[in-house]
């Protein structure tokens, strides 16, 4: 008998954040699963780690909402996450690393920012296969729950060199719209989401900014790219190089 897969699961969105519950329950399908996620929202730290021996970060056991091995919840970023579950709570090197399901697109250069990416990343590092998931923050469900499952035992059997993790994005769109998956998608030069600052107010001569965002267009970004497949309501799927390799 094939022995179950050991699945890590990890996200930026925080422990209590609807997504992980979600890639979680559908993750136990194909292994057994254990869950290490921020307490609260990290997105935004990309592969930010805490490194002062002077820091202390709160790890408890966590009662997850749907069933699996074991969760806790890390008063730290999301790769501090898979760096102390690697390191401290988990007796064995699990098979795979998965990240997510993100409240929000990781396409483009957002990805360099990502939290999400950022566990995937520090997965990879450590030479694990590693995905990240993520989709629109004001998007159903729909099309994660039909096309994640076989997207996962899909891409479980296609291990990337070292230093490579998967990136996975779901486009926003209902699930009749949804035209399918595009392969090899790689990332646009420009961000998904483009950040701008406005001031709210200013007081004794200090400003207080605001930032405020828009999504690009399709007009704006290349054919073959991540946002460009995502703008045309396809699934995103590509793979993403760590910087030290």
């Known amino acids: 008998m094939k022995e179950k897969l050991k699945i890590l699961i990890a996200n930026d969105d925080g422990i209590r954040s609807e997504g992980i519950a979600r890639l979680a329950k559908m ?29 202390e970060m ?33 007796p064995f090197r699990p098979d795979v690393v998965l990240s997510g399901i993100n409240d929000g697109m990781n396409a483009g250069l957002d990805v360099c920012y990502s939290g999400t990416v950022g566990a995937a990343t520090e997965a990879a590092m450590h030479g694990l296969p590693a995905i990240a998931f993520s989709m629109r923050d004001d998007q159903s469900f729909d099309v994660t729950e039909k096309y994640l499952p076989g997207i996962l035992g899909e891409l479980l059997q296609k291990p990337l060199p070292a230093g490579q993790l998967w990136n ?5 769109c209902t699930l009749e719209d949804c035209r399918g998956i595009l392969y090899d998608r790689f990332p646009e030069k420009k961000s998904y989401y483009e950040n701008y600052y406005t001031c709210v107010r200013e007081e004794n001569g200090v ?15 290349t054919e073959g790219t991540d946002i460009h497949a995502l703008l045309g309501n396809y699934i995103s799927i590509g793979a993403v190089r760590c910087a030290a390799y």
């Open 207 to 221: 400003q207080y900014l605001s930032p405020v965002s828009r999504v690009i267009q399709l007009d704006e970004v």
């Open 27 to 55: 993750a136990a399908e194909f292994g057994d699963v254990w869950v290490a996620a921020p307490e609260r929202q990290c997105s935004g730290m990309s592969v930010r780690l805490t490194i002062s021996a002077k820091a």
């Open 168 to 172: 996975v994005n779901f486009p926003t």
């Open 58 to 90: 709160a790890v408890y056991r966590y009662d997850f909402p749907v069933e699996v091995q074991a969760a806790w919840s890390v008063d730290g970023t999301p790769a501090d996450c898979v760096k102390v579950a690697l390191r401290s709570l988990l």
